[in-house]
């Protein structure tokens, strides 16, 4: 389910109150932050939110808010669409969807 908020930075500030601390990037096959690797089968996606620019595509964005499945790790992942797009695995790519 996708959520809308007016911007991507009052978004990213609501789940940072919410425990959202971790900023997740990824790595063709999982995500990562420091030294913790999540493979897919690891997280769950509990909220996604979409931005999109006006005038410039590579305005436009993705931001998921991601938590471990034993609970220990909620943070949030932004992602940018198509081209623009972190290269990943398909089961990564099901996983975001």
Same mark, same amino acid.
């Given at each position: &389910?996708?959520? =809308?908020?007016? @911007?991507?930075?009052? +978004? %990213?500030?609501?789940? #940072? $109150?919410?425990? =959202? @601390?971790?900023?997740?990037?990824? #790595?063709?096959?999982?995500?990562?932050?420091?030294?913790?690797?999540? %493979?897919?089968?690891?997280?769950?996606?509990?909220? +996604? /939110? #979409?931005? *999109?620019?006006?005038t410039n595509p590579s305005d436009e964005a993705i931001? /998921?808010?991601?938590?471990?499945?034993?609970?220990?790790?909620?943070?949030?992942?932004?992602?940018s669409y198509g081209t623009y797009a972190d290269e &990943? @695995?398909? *089961?990564?790519?099901?996983?975001? $969807?």
């Amino acid at each position: &389910m996708e959520n =809308y908020e007016p @911007t991507l930075v009052e +978004t %990213l500030e609501k789940l #940072r $109150k919410g425990g =959202y @601390t971790e900023d997740f990037n990824i #790595r063709f096959d999982s995500l990562i932050c420091g030294d913790v690797c999540l %493979l897919p089968s690891q997280f769950e996606v509990d909220q +996604t /939110f #979409r931005f *999109e620019g006006n005038t410039n595509p590579s305005d436009e964005a993705i931001l /998921f808010a991601i938590s471990s499945k034993d609970g220990k790790i909620k943070g949030v992942l932004v992602n940018s669409y198509g081209t623009y797009a972190d290269e &990943m @695995t398909e *089961e990564l790519v099901d996983k975001l $969807k």
